[in-house]
Nanobody, 122 residues
């Protein structure tokens, strides 16, 4: 059982940067692969990025590659999403999730945070 809480969202201007954090409860954080998903207004939830258990592997959706960076600190039970060069199309609710497998498929994720709103104005 894992409880995830996202933080760090807010309203920013295009070109700005923002760092999201996802804090996990329990003592099994390092057993999980972690991912970030987002859901924009009127759209389905989509995969953003994932990181393996030890942080040795990462994967990014084409839409954010080169701008976003996922990282994790297992000692702090926290995963981060550094977002640079933000665009209005990045506006969405961002969700942190935990999975037994390293995956881009949301069905493989067992635990989800409540989401944090990111709004990018032009």
């Amino acid at each position: 059982q894992v409880q995830l809480v996202e933080s760090g969202g807010g309203l920013v201007q295009a070109g700005d940067s923002l760092r999201l954090s996802c804090a996990a409860s329990g003592r099994t954080f390092s057993s999980y692969n972690m991912g970030w998903f987002r859901q924009a207004p009127g759209k389905e939830r989509e995969f953003v990025t994932a990181i393996s258990r030890s942080g040795g592997s990462t994967y990014y959706a084409d839409s954010v590659k080169g701008r976003f960076t996922i990282s994790r600190d297992n000692a702090k039970n926290t995963v981060y999403l550094q977002m640079n060069s933000l665009k209005p199309e990045d506006t969405a609710v961002y969700y942190c999730a935990a999975s037994r497998s390293y995956s881009t498929y949301e069905g493989n994720y067992d635990y989800w945070g409540q989401g944090t709103q990111v709004t990018v104005s032009s």
